[in-house]
């Protein structure tokens, strides 16, 4: 493994549905059962279980055009991670990986699993189905939760570039952001 500028290079080797992330700081993180769960305009996101923890996490890949682009999203990736807002959905891990075949620099990012329907733009979905609208204690709840939790990310010199309705999870009536479309 080859340290960069702060950042962590790992090798990715896949075995099947296997991801297996390593670096010089760790044992092996083995990810088993991926499956694709969407794509997005950043990367692909995967479902999974990392070995050793047997909860289901998500996996998302970002490919990156270099790696100069790879450690400046590490970089902003991690210091999200320091973050510790309850209305925000920190990772729980982030790898750099690089696929020696076709030298593809990838960011790899581990955040807790959520299970659907958990985000707001499944709810309004669900809402305009049963032609249903929401309350205005809902909206006072959510506009509040996620204002404290961008003003929060905000006073860390963090934006979210890519704040939409399927980037805000709604678990136990706490409205949460992710995926802050980092430069």
């Not at 790898?95 to 329907?117: G, L, M, Q």
């Amino acid at each position: 493994c080859v340290h960069f500028e702060g950042s962590l290079l790992a090798h990715r080797v896949e075995f099947g549905r296997s991801f297996i992330f390593t670096d010089s700081m760790t044992q092996p993180s083995v990810v088993t059962d991926m499956e694709i769960i969407g794509r997005g305009s950043q990367g692909v996101s995967y479902t999974g279980t990392v070995d050793g923890v047997q909860e289901k996490c998500v996996i998302k890949v970002i490919e990156c055009a270099d790696l100069n682009y790879a450690n400046l999203l590490f970089q902003q990736l991690m210091k999200l991670k320091e973050l510790d807002h309850k209305n925000i959905i920190v990772p729980s891990d982030v790898y750099i990986t690089w696929k020696e075949d076709s030298s593809i620099v990838a960011v790899n990012v581990i955040y807790p699993f959520f299970p659907a329907p958990c985000t707001l733009e499944h709810i309004i979905a669900e809402k305009i189905e049963n032609h249903s609208s929401f309350t205005v204690s809902e909206i006072q709840r959510a506009v509040g939760q996620l204002v404290d939790a961008l003003s929060f990310a905000f006073n860390h010199s963090l934006l979210h570039l890519n704040l939409k309705p399927s980037n805000i999870f709604v678990f136990n009536e706490q409205f949460m952001v992710r995926d802050f479309g980092l430069p």
